[in-house]
């Protein structure tokens, strides 16, 4: 179970947190990403991190955000920083084991399998 927490309303340049918090005891063995969707749109990548630490992003948040994790809280962040209103959107958490998938990325949603209910980030202008 992946549990999504910490969105809100900011301004645009603003920071924000948030966080993933995965239940079980194999945490470390799965790879996780991060996606948002926003109304009327898609479900679009955002950023990855493997199940060792490698991490990758979308061009639109590249040098803006930061995904980590904390395998001893079984907790993933993504640090969120100079948003924009583009920002937008409901933010999902996602994991697959990376024991019985060995991408070397995942960018499409359809390679996770497990997900969060999301956490709404809203960015006014």
């Known amino acids: 179970q992946l549990v999504e927490s910490g969105g809100g309303l900011v301004r645009a340049g603003d920071s924000l947190r948030v966080s993933c918090l995965a239940s079980?005891?194999?945490?470390?063995?799965?790879?996780m990403g991060w996606f948002r969707q926003a109304p009327g749109k898609e479900r679009e990548f955002v950023s990855g991190?493997?199940?060792?630490?490698?991490?990758y992003y979308a061009d639109s948040v590249k040098g803006r955000f930061t995904i980590y994790r904390d395998n001893a809280k079984n907790t993933m962040y993504l640090q969120m920083n100079s948003l924009k209103p583009e920002d937008t959107a409901i933010y999902y958490c996602?994991?697959?084991?990376?024991?019985?998938?060995?991408?070397?990325?995942?960018?499409?949603?359809?390679?996770?399998?497990?997900w969060g209910h999301g956490t709404q980030v809203t960015v006014s202008s």
């Open positions: 996602a994991a697959y084991s990376s024991l019985s998938k060995t991408y070397s990325t995942a960018r499409s949603p359809n390679r996770y399998d497990y």
């Open positions: 079980g005891r194999t945490f470390s063995s799965y790879a």
């Open positions: 991190i493997t199940r060792n630490g490698a991490t």
